[in-house]
């Protein structure tokens, strides 16, 4: 089992509703670990959409990193994703990390590649794995996260 983390997102429809039936598909296929607070964030990039709700899952499961791509691809059709990166969305799911490998194929970055610009990522992140380390930086996701000059609207819901 190799432990993975996901980026969950959702700016379209009711983003709670759509957070949770994503984690539901995800169980499905995987062993779900711990879960992050809902962060309510700006859309980075494109000003013009609604604000997102945004978790971070831990998650163990025995998929290779382009079966895990392929099932959170299809979750996201799954759920009304169109195929339009700038668009809002029901359900956006990115692959963080996954144990501590390095991955760079025309299909898949791992980590991801925007990880350390992002607030929305890193501060649930670095709520539910703070010791975990950037296997390219070398620094732990609480550093990371620390090291952040502006936190992009990010707001952790109660």
């Known amino acids: 089992m190799v432990t993975v983390y996901l980026g969950l997102g959702s700016n379209m429809g009711d983003r709670q509703k759509n957070l949770d039936k994503a984690l539901d598909l995800l ?42 791509l392929t099932l959170a691809k299809g979750i996201e059709a799954k759920m009304g994703r169109s195929g339009k990166s700038d668009a809002p969305r029901p359900i956006d799911i990115d692959i963080l990390l996954y144990g501590d490998k390095v991955i760079q194929t025309p299909e898949l970055t791992i980590p991801h590649p925007r990880m350390t ?42």
């Open 27 to 68: 169980s499905q296929r995987m062993k779900l670990g711990r879960i992050s607070s809902i962060y309510d964030t700006e859309p980075l990039g494109v000003p013009s959409q609604p604000r997102f709700l945004n978790i971070v899952c831990e998650a163990f499961t025995r998929l290779e990193p382009l079966a895990l």
């Open 117 to 158: 610009e992002r607030a929305f990522v890193l501060a649930p992140l670095a709520e539910i794995a703070p010791d975990v380390r950037h296997p390219i930086a070398g620094k732990t996701i609480r550093e990371l996260a620390e090291q952040m000059s502006e936190k992009q609207g990010v707001l952790k819901l109660e």
